[in-house]
């Protein structure tokens, strides 16, 4: 993924920030068709989640490794906190089986991510 801004942070150079970022854009475009009476609860605490894994990594990536490690467990739990929002979004018909299953394939792949650097700053 590219900005077009003349400045850069070393975290956007991370795969699972800017996987991470994509997916809390899509989330954002989902939960806006959602009934409206779902906007302060289902749309509001999916958004804020999905929204939570990019700004983690970001907030965590200028520390010490122990630190970065605890931030991105925030973002690891944020992404399975998604996991939940997903499928209540699912049971309640406001998304496809298509949806439902594209969503659980990024979270997957974003938290397994997650996992090996949270590995990589421990080794």
Known sequence: MQFESKYHFSFENLIVYQKAIVFGEQIDKLVKTFPKDEMFRLSSQFSRAA??????????????D?????????????SHECVTWNTKAYLRKYITMEEFEA?????????KMISSLRKKLTS
């Open 51 to 64: 929204d939570a894994i990019p700004a983690n990594i970001s907030e965590g990536s200028a520390s010490t």
């Open 66 to 78: 122990p630190n970065f490690n605890r931030y991105l467990k925030m973002a690891w739990d944020s």
């Open 103 to 111: 969503n659980r394939e990024l979270l997957t792949e974003i938290g």
